[in-house]
């Protein structure tokens, strides 16, 4: 008898408070500052180092670029870039060792899909991916 009297004390303490949970579909769920979602690429800003290929511990990211048409201008243009969502780990390497600030993380999470192939995203997907870039970006 005791018991139930301290389970329904519980109950009773702890109906007033402030609920914790959110509904989740309807309602975003609030990330910390330094969450690591999804990456974010600006094609116009990479100048095809290759340092986030080198750099992915799980080789994920596919890069190729191609010299630049035009003789006067050097450096190369991107011709495409690939991830395996698949196999990523979201560890942010690619984007802290990316010197022009062409790959950035942002908060988006939402990756889940019912076929494996639709994990695989290409430069155009990444490209548009705008939803939830964060603030120091």
Known sequence: MKGITKGLAH?????????????????????????RGIQKFYP???IVCNQCVNICPTDCI???GKKHPDPDRKGRIIETYDIN??????????TEVCPTEAIVM???FELADY???E??????????NDTNVREEN
């Open 85 to 94: 969502f698949e196999i990523c780990i979201l560890c942010d390497l690619c």
């Open 44 to 46: 116009e800003k990479c």
């Open 62 to 64: 596919q890069l190729t």
């Open 106 to 108: 942002t908060n988006n």
């Open 11 to 35: 109950t009773l303490r702890n109906m007033s408070k402030k609920k914790m949970s959110y509904q989740y579909p309807d309602e975003p769920v609030p990330m910390p500052d330094r969450f």
């Open 115 to 117: 076929s494996r192939d």
């Open 119 to 128: 994990l695989f995203k290409d430069l155009q997907w990444l490209d548009e």
